[in-house]
C-alpha cells in the first residue's frame, strides 16, 4: 500500500491472478474478476488484511493500482493533475517493472483473444440457434475469460449479446454481425504492429486498455465554448456510467465526457444540460475522436442562450454514421442534431426532416411522450431541432431546440 492506496493479486479459479485496488480516501474499489457484487469478495479481503496492519507500505505503486488512482483525480478546479504516465520520473527499476508489466499484459491479451477467435470459430460452424436455448449462460465463460486475459472491454461486448439474441425477428443476422466485429477486433489486435497508431489506439480503446487521464491532459487542448447538449445514464450491476455530449459554439466540433460510479456512489454532475463552459478539452486518442476530459475552465458556466446549432437531414445523419463506422467500426453511437418532426403512430415513432425521409426513432416511453407533449405546439410553426444519439437501431433524442431554448429530456 502506499498513501491510501492497497493493491495486490489474488488467485482465481482461473489460471491469471486477479489484480485488486483500493482506495481508501475516496473508497473506491476495482477487480479484475467477473463478480458482479461490489465490492467484490476479493477487495473486501485486501481491506480486511489492510484493518489487521498485514498490508506492508510500498514506494512502488503497481501500473493498474496508479491508473485507478489518475481516474479518481479531480477535474477542472481541483488539484493540479499529476505528471503523465509515460513522463513521470521512475527509476531504472520502475521502468523495466513496468515494461515487463506491460509486455505481460499485452501477452495475455493476445492469448486470450486467440480463444475468443477459436471460440467464434465453433459458433459460427456449429450455427447460432443454441445460443437462443440459453442467451445469457452462451457466452458468459468466454466473457469471464476475457476478463481473466485483461480484455474487460470485450468481455462488456460479449455480455451484451443475450439483448441482441432477444432482440426479435431477424436477430440471428444482428448476433453475426456481432460475432463479425469481435473477430475483426480479435485480428485487429494481432496485427498491430503493421497498423496506424490511431488505429491501433481504437483497437485497444475497444479491447479494454485505459489511458490515464492525466496523460490525455497533457496533449494538445481545444478551447471553445462547450455547449452541454445532453446526457444518458447507464448502469449495470456494478458500475453506472453517465455519457455527456458537448458541442462547440465556435467549432460546431462534438465531445463526450464520462463519468463512471461504482458501489452506489453518486455520479458526477458538474456538466449541466443547457450551460456552456469556457474551457479546454483534450481529447482522447483514437479515430471516433469524441471522448474528451475537461482541462482548465477559463470561467464559470452560464446558462445558454439564443443557440442556434448546425443540423443534419436523415440523409447527411445517415452519410455521418457511416462515415463514422469506417473509421472505428466498433462505436455504438454518434451525436446529432436533427431537423424535423416526431411522429407516433401505430407502428412506433419517427423523425422526418423536412425532405420527407425519416428514421426510427426510440428511447423511454416516458422521453418520447414528454417530447411529443412539447413538440406538438411548435411543430405546427414548422420542423425542429432535436439532439441525440444516431446509431445502427436508430436516433435517440436527447434535448429538444425550443424558441432557442435547450430542453433537456
Known amino acids: 500500500g502506499s498513501d491510501g492506496l492497497l493493491w495486490g493479486e489474488c488467485q482465481g479459479s482461473g489460471k491469471t491472478p486477479y489484480r485488486v485496488t483500493v482506495d481508501t480516501g475516496t473508497r473506491r474499489y476495482q477487480c479484475s474478476c467477473p463478480s458482479r457484487k461490489f465490492p467484490c469478495k476479493h477487495a473486501l479481503a485486501l481491506l480486511f488484511l489492510w484493518a489487521e496492519d498485514r498490508v506492508d507500505a510500498s ?3 503497481a501500473g493498474y493500482a496508479q491508473d485507478f488512482a489518475d481516474r479518481g483525480r479531480p477535474a477542472a478546479g481541483g488539484p493540479a493533475p499529476p505528471a503523465p504516465a509515460a513522463v513521470r520520473e521512475q527509476t531504472p527499476a520502475q521502468q523495466a517493472a513496468a515494461a515487463a508489466r506491460a509486455a505481460q499484459r499485452d501477452q495475455r491479451v493476445e492469448d486470450g483473444l486467440a480463444e475468443l477467435d477459436r471460440w467464434l470459430a465453433d459458433q459460427v460452424a456449429g450455427g447460432l440457434a443454441r ?12 466473457a469471464a475469460r476475457m476478463v481473466d486475459a485483461q480484455a474487460p472491454g ?24 456481432e460475432l463479425a466485429l469481435l473477430h475483426l477486433l480479435a ?7 503493421g497498423l496506424p497508431a490511431d488505429l491501433v489506439a481504437t ?3 475497444h479491447v479494454g486498455f485505459t489511458v490515464p487521464r492525466a496523460d490525455v491532459l497533457v496533449g494538445p487542448a481545444v478551447r471553445d465554448h462547450w455547449v452541454v447538449v445532453g446526457f444518458r445514464d447507464l448502469d449495470t450491476e456494478t458500475v453506472s456510467t453517465r455519457r455527456v455530449w458537448l458541442r462547440g459554439r465556435v467549432s460546431g466540433r462534438w465531445a463526450q465526457v464520462l463519468f463512471f460510479a ?11 444540460p443547457a450551460t456552456v463552459l469556457d474551457a479546454d478539452l483534450h481529447f482522447y486518442p483514437g479515430r471516433a475522436g469524441l471522448r474528451a476530459a475537461v482541462g482548465t475552465g477559463h470561467a464559470e458556466p452560464v446558462a445558454l442562450t439564443s443557440w442556434r446549432p448546425a443540423t443534419d437531414t436523415v440523409a447527411t445523419a445517415a452519410d455521418a454514421w457511416a462515415a463514422a463506422l469506417a473509421a472505428d467500426p466498433w462505436q455504438h453511437q454518434i451525436p446529432v442534431v436533427l431537423r424535423g418532426r416526431i411522429d407516433h403512430d401505430g407502428r412506433g415513432w419517427s423523425c422526418t426532416d423536412p425532405a420527407g425521409a425519416s428514421v426510427r426513432v426510440h428511447g423511454t416511453e416516458l422521453d418520447l411522450w414528454r417530447l411529443y407533449a412539447l413538440t406538438a405546439e411548435a411543430t405546427a410553426r414548422g420542423p425542429l431541432d432535436v439532439v441525440g444519439e444516431w446509431s445502427a437501431t436508430g436516433f435517440r433524442p436527447a434535448s429538444v431546440m425550443l424558441d432557442g431554448q435547450l430542453v433537456v429530456l
Open 59 to 61: 514506494g512502488e505503486i
Open 262 to 272: 461504482a458501489g452506489g456512489a453518486a455520479l458526477d454532475t458538474s456538466l449541466v
Open 187 to 193: 485480428s485487429g489486435y494481432r496485427q498491430r504492429a
Open 131 to 142: 445460443a437462443a436455448q440459453d442467451p445469457y449462460g452462451w457466452a458468459e465463460p468466454t
Open 203 to 205: 483497437v485497444r480503446d
Open 154 to 177: 470485450v468481455a462488456a461486448r460479449l455480455r451484451r449479446l443475450p439483448a441482441v439474441i432477444a432482440s426479435g425477428a431477424g436477430w440471428p443476422g444482428r448476433l453475426l454481425d
